[in-house]
């Protein structure tokens, strides 16, 4: 399970994803969206994924304007792309967003989820 301590909503961590072969595995960077309360209850978590393909945002995207401090080592994009994983799939964490880009972030989701207007 996630340990609430190290890992909170916001944060930008690695997670672990099998390949579809189940040959290996790849670490690719999600942000993490689910609060604590549904990792308590859960044995899951819910990300968005994080791209370093800013030339291309679409609905739901979101461009960090504080990359650095979201632990990446290039511009990059939170995607729309949602995904329900278990919680021991995450290796570390690299960093969390700005509550700014945060606030983007669930704004873009929202919108694309039809949860606000």
Known sequence: MLNTTSYSRGDVVLVNFVYSDE???KRRPVLL???EAYHNGRQEAIVAAIT???RRILTGDTLVSQ???AGQL???VVTGVLR???QEM???KLGSLTP???EVVEREVGNSLGLVN
Request: hydrophobic share 25%.
């Open 100 to 102: 700014g880009d945060l």
């Open 74 to 76: 290039c511009p990059s």
């Open 90 to 92: 995450v290796a570390g």
């Open 23 to 25: 040959t290996g595995t």
């Open 33 to 35: 969206l689910s609060t």
């Open 84 to 86: 329900t994983i278990k």
């Open 52 to 54: 370093s393909n800013t």
């Open 67 to 69: 990359w650095e401090s």
